[in-house]
Each structure stands twice: as C-alpha cells, then as structure tokens.
C-alpha cells in the first residue's frame, strides 16, 4: 500500500494500545513477533473497517431490531441461533465500505502474494487475562482467492453475533453500541504437525500439556482429529506421559480452498523428542514475558516453529448455566451422519418396541404391590428414554442449522428461512395421524348419522365400519384427551378427540397441498463444482431426516411418556396414591392468577416463523383440555406445540407461541399446514384472551390485537 489506511494495518507494526482497533488476538501476535518468536505474516482489518460496514448498510438499527424482539433473559437457545442465523444472513448480502476490497487486494498482493490464507477473529473482548472464549469467533481456513477473502471477512464478522456469542453476551459486553471486530489475515503456514500447548495444564496445574497432530491445526481444535498428548513435569520438561490415540489422521488445505481430513501419512507420532524440548522452552519463555500461563498453537513446518497466537489460560465457571450443554449440541456433518441410523435402526424401533409393549399390559388384572413395581418401572424407563432424547435426539436437530448456514452462506437469500422449503413435505407422523384424522371427520360428513354415535359414552358408536376405525385410531394415537399420545381420558363423556372431529366435520374437507418449493434437483444445480454439489447432497439429506426425527421422536417419547401416566392414572384410582400426572407441565397445570391478568398491547414483537398473514378470534390454549374448544378458523395462542397437540392444526388459521425459535414443533408445523406463525411472545397467553381479534404476521414476526 502506498499510504496507510485506518481500514488496514501490518501485524508487526501492532502494540500494547492499538488493540481497540486490532483486538487482543492481533496485538498479542505483534508481541510474540517483537519477542523474537516466528510467526505467519500478515495484517489486521481494523475494526474500524468493521464499524464502516455497519454504519454504511444501517446494520447497527438491524441489529437492535433484532437483540430487542424479547428481553435477551427471556430467549431461549434456539431464539439466540434463530437470532445469530438472520444476522450472519445479513452480513453476508452487504457491500464492503467502500475502497476496502481495492485496499485488501493491494495489501494481499503487496505482502502475501498468491500464498492461501487464513482469516481469524480478533475482537477486542477475548484473549484477555479473565476471558479467553476460545472458538468463541469464526476463523476461515485456506481461502485462495480476493473473493474468498471478502467472503471469509463478512463471515468473521458476523461471527461477533452468533448465538456462541450471544450465550456470553454479558461476559463480553455485546451490545451493537460497543461491540466491534477486527479480523487477521495471515499467510498458512502449511505445517507438518500443529498442536496447542498449555504451559499449565489445566486438570494437572503442576503439569504441562501438550497435544499435536499431523497436518493443520483445525481438525484438533473442532475435535474432528484424535491427537497425541505428552504430560510434561513443568519444573524439569521431563515427559511423563504419551497417551496414542487409537488411529491418526491430518487435516490438509485443498487446492480449490477450505480444508479435507486424511489419513495421516505417517504412523508415528506427528513429534519427536526435540520437538518436544522446544516447544517446552517456549512455553515458558512466553509465561515469564506475559507473566500468566499461557494457551499457545503453533505448527512446524520444515522443521521450523510458527507460533499462531498464545493467550492467558482462563477458566471460566459455568456453575448454574446449561451454556455447555447448548454449545455441545453443535455436531459435526460426519458425526450426524454417524448418529442418523443409530437413532432410526436401533433407539427409535427400541423406544416404540417399549412402547407397544407397556401398552399391551393390562393394568387393572395387576395386584395393588405389583401394580406400584409397574409404575416405578415405568417412571424409571420414563427417565431414562427422556435422557436419550436430549443426549441423542436433540443434538441431531442441528443437521437442520447445519444445511441451514451451509444453504444461506451460498445461495444468500432474501428470506434467511428459505432452507425450510426443502425440508417440508417429510413424512411426519403428526401429519400422519392428522390425515388419519381427517379421514374419520371424511366419514361423519358422508353420513351425519355417525355424529350421534360421538356424543356421550362411546359405547354409542353405532356404526360398524366408523367404530372400526374410530377404534383404530385410539388404539394407534389414543384418544387425545391429554398432552401424551396414547393416553386415554376418562370414560363417561365426550373425548378431545370426539369434539376435534366433529368440528372438523362441519368444515370442507381440508386441502393442505403445499405450494411449489424448490426440488432437491433444482437446489443442487446451483453448484457448479462436484466438491461442493457432494457436500450440498450430504447436508440436504442429513437435514431431511433431522427435521422429520424432530417431530418422531416426541411422538414416540410421548407414548413412553402415556404408559407411566396410565399407571399412574390406575394407582391413583385406587387410591394408592394421590393423582399428580405431569406435574408442572404448563400444558396440564391449572391456570394460576397470573394468567388471568389481561394487559393492554396493540402490537406485540416476536419471531417470524412461518409466511404469510392471517385474521382470527384467540384461542388460548393453557391446558390441554383447552383443545377440546378449538374451533375452525381461530389463531392457536399457547407457550409452544408439541408434536402431540398438533391434532389441532387443521382447525387453526394460525399460531402464536411464547416460545420462540424456527425448528421448535410449532414453527415446523405450521410450515407444514401453510399456516403464519410467529413465535417467542413473552407473556402471549396473558396479553391475549380467548376471543380476541388478532391479525398474525408471519413474516416480519407481529401479531396486533384488532379493535373489536
């Protein structure tokens, strides 16, 4: 460059007061260069730069707009993705500032040449001595090109707001006043073994650890590669401790960009000895200069030491957060493709084989002591499928954001949901139980002599054919009259099912064709290399049955979930215990004070979930018998669907929900129907009241309560 530029800024020219416009990241590489030590060349995008972007596209009103739909204590952790998709889809359809592209062209040709690259975070918040938040922020791997950087850069920065981020939001003072990001771009350095190094290890303070693969470093950091780990004594360097793991692998740059996983070439361990010493010596040299132990990646390329970046060792105390829990749910692509036939061949046929077979069981021919074994048992297998399914289950919803980021960062559409449309149109089992459904209330129209038999004890049920399959529905999906599949409500009155379908009767019959949405085949031609067309493929159909699963599973989970309550049911009608089902399911628990409370509001804000605009009187939903009342027509207002209530979609002109999120039940329901929907209304079913005239706006995400 021939002049210096506020957007642009060599890593060696960086010291201790320029990191509010370099970050600690950038300013602690200069270090280690002004130290001696060997590190990549390179130079820092500003977040001068970064602040340009916004102010020049207006992303600093967006992101308000999006930070302030609901109280940030209030969202839940698929509100925060939900949240950090639709503003990394908005940075990435943005223009630079303007002269920054020539600026990075020139700087690239001046200093890096035609060698690959590799873009990472540096925002002034982490690798600080009380918060390192480590993989916190994107880095972007072998990017060969002046586009791929641009690409890389927009990504970077829009990685200053992903729901990793927004998890820490108060620990790192996120706030779209304050917060800022600046990016390195260095050359990649191509090394034989990469590693980190903890001077003080962590779990062996008197230790020090250090870990290395073959090839780059970022199949150990994602945790895709297995390294080998030394223990030294941090006094002597003496190693007291090499643990192999079972097989090696590298991470290796592509000649087209990015990175591939391989077999590693070698099948010795990726150090030797000397190794070892020298990267001991450094990282104590480098404890004495910051004065804290230190966090440090390096690669040996040719024999030669880079160092990538060294932080403060930091412990950060999760205590009372399920923050860990969340981020643990982020899965690789090969390690859902491995989960999928695991959950479909053996936990799913498990779980519904255990299911069949608890129903089948006649409780009442049971002995009052035995009758209370089952019912323990079954509290217990309750507990037990329920952990697999946050183990499990859950984790395997995110091959839906997987193909989500992968469809949006490519393809960068208007709608950052339109991924969805792909998905839509799986063989659910919610919509398999309501065809089922529809198929009965398709009966009661033909012959309205049938309704008679639905009033009062079913023992009405007149009509032969009708009752057959009448029957053949509540042995198959129960008769709706709880919040748990299977579950049968007490006999001597209409059931929830017996007043859906006579309400469904009274309508046309339904016609829930979806309207044109891309194929698999249209989607997959806009790729034009074959690496990238695989890829796609892999994502598309991983998602595919993520998305179906997501619905499955609960519908199975609930059956577990019937029997224990049917024991319990039995027991109680013994008097053996005291009735208790479901304690503390908003959908069962009975309307407290606080519910009845009506608060004025016109408009109020939430997540876009589903397209479209709808007009209707409020039908809350506190209670599951609430159900039973739904009429045609009417908005679904309640904290969120499951799979198991979604017998009441057909009725429904839209859905309100208090939770938010775009892949919960309610959101992929109403996709399914063709129905708006908007999600995460703190407070929904106190604002509203059954009755009220609503309009629901799917797609900016606002239901206004109309004059009456």
């Not at 940075?91 to 630079?96: A, E, S």
């Not at 994107?138 to 920065?157: K, Y």
């Not at 946050?390 to 469809?407: C, K, N, S, V, W």
């Not at 208090?658 to 079913?685: F, K, N, Q, S």
């Amino acid at each position: 460059m021939t002049k210096p530029s506020p957007y642009l800024s060599p890593l060696r020219e960086l010291s201790a007061q320029s990191q509010a416009m370099a970050g600690a990241k950038a300013v602690n590489l200069a270090g280690l260069a002004h130290g001696g030590f060997t590190i990549p060349d390179g130079f820092v995008v500003t977040t001068q730069a970064y602040r340009d972007f916004l102010s020049s596209n207006g992303l600093e009103e967006r992101l308000q707009m999006e930070l302030n739909r609901k109280a940030f204590s209030d969202m839940r952790w698929e509100e925060l993705w939900d949240a950090g998709l639709r503003i990394r889809n908005l940075f990435l359809r943005q223009p630079l500032p303007p002269g920054l592209e020539e600026q990075l062209g020139e700087e690239i040709k001046l200093r890096l040449g035609d060698r690959p690259l590799v873009l990472r975070s540096s925002s002034p918040q982490e690798d600080s001595a009380k918060a390192s938040f480590a993989g916190l922020h994107a880095s972007v791997v072998n990017v060969r090109s002046l586009p791929m950087v641009l690409e890389a850069l927009r990504q970077v920065w829009a990685s200053l707001w992903s729901d990793a981020a927004l998890l820490y939001r108060e620990e790192i003072g996120l706030n779209p006043q304050s917060a800022s990001m600046a990016v390195i771009c260095q050359e990649l350095v191509g090394g034989e073994a990469s590693g980190v190094m903890f001077t003080r290890s962590p779990t062996r303070p008197e230790q020090t650890a250090i870990e290395a693969v073959h090839g780059l470093n970022e199949g150990l950091v994602d945790g895709r590669i297995s390294p080998d780990r030394w223990l030294l004594d941090r006094t002597s360097g003496k190693i007291l401790d090499h643990h192999v793991p079972e097989t090696r692998s590298a991470m290796l740059s592509t000649p087209s960009g990015g990175t591939a996983c391989t077999e590693a070439s070698a099948s010795g361990p990726p150090l030797h000895d000397s190794q070892l010493r020298q990267l001991f010596s450094v990282g104590q040299q480098l404890e004495e200069k910051f004065g804290v132990a230190q966090d440090i990646e390096w690669t040996f390329q040719q024999g030669r030491l880079y160092l990538l970046q060294a932080r403060p060792i930091t412990t950060v105390d999760n205590q009372g957060d399920d923050r860990q829990w969340y981020l643990s749910l982020k899965r690789r692509l090969d390690e859902l493709e491995a989960l999928q036939p695991r959950i479909e061949h053996d936990l799913l046929p498990a779980m519904l084989a255990e299911a069949e077979t608890l129903a089948a069981l006649d409780l009442t021919s049971l002995p009052d002591k035995e009758l209370l074994r089952e019912l323990a048992s079954r509290q217990a297998r309750y507990d037990y499928w329920h952990g697999v399914y946050y183990q499990t289950f859950i984790p395997f919803a995110h091959g839906m954001r997987l193909f989500g980021e992968f469809y949006n960062d490519h393809l960068k559409p208007d709608d950052p949901y339109a991924f969805m449309d792909l998905l839509t149109g799986e063989q659910l089992q919610s919509k398999q139980r309501n065809r089922q459904l529809e198929a009965l209330a398709g009966m009661l129209r033909a012959n309205p002599e049938r309704r008679n038999g639905l009033v009062g004890e079913e023992s009405g049920l007149r009509d032969p054919e009708f009752a057959a399959a009448y029957q053949a529905f509540v042995a198959a999906y129960g008769d709706l009259s709880v919040a748990a599949t299977g579950y049968r409500g007490a006999k001597g009155g209409a059931s929830v099912l017996s007043n859906i379908l006579l309400e469904l009767a009274d309508q046309p019959a339904g016609d829930w064709a979806r309207p044109h949405r891309p194929s698999e085949e249209e989607f997959l031609k806009g790729f034009a290399s074959g690496q990238e067309r695989s890829q796609a493929k892999r994502l598309l159909t991983l998602a595919k049955a993520s998305y179906r699963l997501r619905d499955d599973d609960n519908i199975v989970l609930g059956r577990i979930e019937a029997a224990w309550l049917t024991a319990q049911a039995e027991a109680a009608r013994r008097a053996l215990l005291c009735p208790n089902p479901r304690q503390g399911s908003v959908l069962d628990s009975p309307p407290t004070a606080a519910e009845e409370v009506r608060v004025e509001a016109r408009q109020l804000l939430g997540q876009p979930a589903a397209k479209g605009v709808a007009s209707g009187p409020a039908r809350i939903v506190r209670q599951h018998r609430d159900l039973a009342e739904m009429k045609a027509g009417e908005i679904l207002v309640c904290d969120a669907i499951d799979p198991n209530m979604t017998f009441a979609i057909p009725l429904a002109g839209g859905i309100v929900e208090r939770r938010g999120g775009m892949l919960i039940h309610g959101a992929i329901i109403a996709r399914e129907y063709g129905l708006p929907c908007v999600t995460g209304i703190p407070e929904a079913c106190e604002r509203i009241r059954t009755g009220d005239p609503i309009c629901v706006d799917g797609f900016l995400g606002i239901v206004t309560i109309q004059s009456s």
